[in-house]
Every structure is written in C-alpha cells, then in structure tokens.
C-alpha cells in the first residue's frame, strides 16, 4: 500500500501551470488514480515560512502521532494557549494540510509531508 504524500515548495505560477498541464495529460492517458500527486506551493519564501512555521510542523507532527483530537486537547498536548493553537489549525485547514471529521475532530491526512525549498536561483 501506498502512502498519502504531499510535496511543498516555492513555485512561481508558471512552473506551476507547467506541472498541471504535465499532470493533466498523464491523467488524460492513465487507467488508474493510484498516483495521484498533492502539491502545495508558494509564490515565495516569505509565503511558505508564514505557513509552515515551527508551531505548525509540530502541531502537524503531534497530529500524525495522534489522530483525530479536538483543538483542546491538541492545545494540552502541546503545551500551548487554545487561541494560538487554533489560529494555527485554521491556517493549515485552509491549506488543506489538516482536515476535520464530522465530529470537528482533527487529523492530518497525509502520510508523508515534502518540504522543498530551492535557496539558489
């Protein structure tokens, strides 16, 4: 089996353009959904450091350990104020790196989490 695994990194909007007309052919000419690719990119460094800051690394990390708690209980585990912890849930929901079940409760869905950042043009 598999694992569910998303690849980060800074992307100007034509490189990423590229990749998904690239993807979307081999989509067109594939059978089976198997190899599906999650990306997450950014403009620029500033972007993704805003995102993927230390906190939420941990946060994400503590998550993948584990699953499907309440913010609460993620902020007691962590040591961190409720308000602080969900800010940082709420931004990483929106990115798509956390998700929700039905009963509000958290977890990160993917397996593996890429993190590439090029320091040299």
């Known amino acids: 089996?598999?694992?569910?695994?998303?690849?980060?990194?800074?992307?100007?909007?034509?490189?990423?353009?590229k990749r998904f007309i690239k993807a979307w052919h081999k989509s067109q000419?594939?059978?089976?959904?198997d190899d599906v690719e999650y990306h997450l990119n950014?403009?620029?460094?500033?972007?993704?450091?805003?995102?993927?800051t230390p906190k939420r690394i941990e946060l994400l990390r503590v998550l993948k350990k584990e699953p499907l708690i309440s913010i609460r209980a993620l902020s007691?585990?962590?040591?961190?104020?409720?308000?602080?912890v969900?800010?940082?849930?709420?931004?990483?929901?929106?990115v798509d790196l956390i998700q929700q079940d039905e009963e509000g409760l958290l977890f990160a869905?993917?397996?593996?989490?890429?993190?590439h950042v090029r320091l040299v043009a």
Not at 86 to 94: A, N
């Open 109 to 115: 869905p993917f397996d593996v989490i890429d993190a």
């Open 76 to 84: 007691k585990r962590l040591d961190r104020d409720y308000k602080n």
């Open 86 to 94: 969900h800010t940082d849930v709420s931004e990483l929901i929106d």
């Open 29 to 33: 000419n594939a059978q089976s959904t």
């Open 1 to 17: 089996m598999s694992k569910k695994q998303i690849h980060i990194g800074v992307e100007n909007s034509r490189q990423g353009f």
């Open 42 to 52: 950014f403009e620029d460094y500033a972007q993704f450091a805003a995102v993927l």
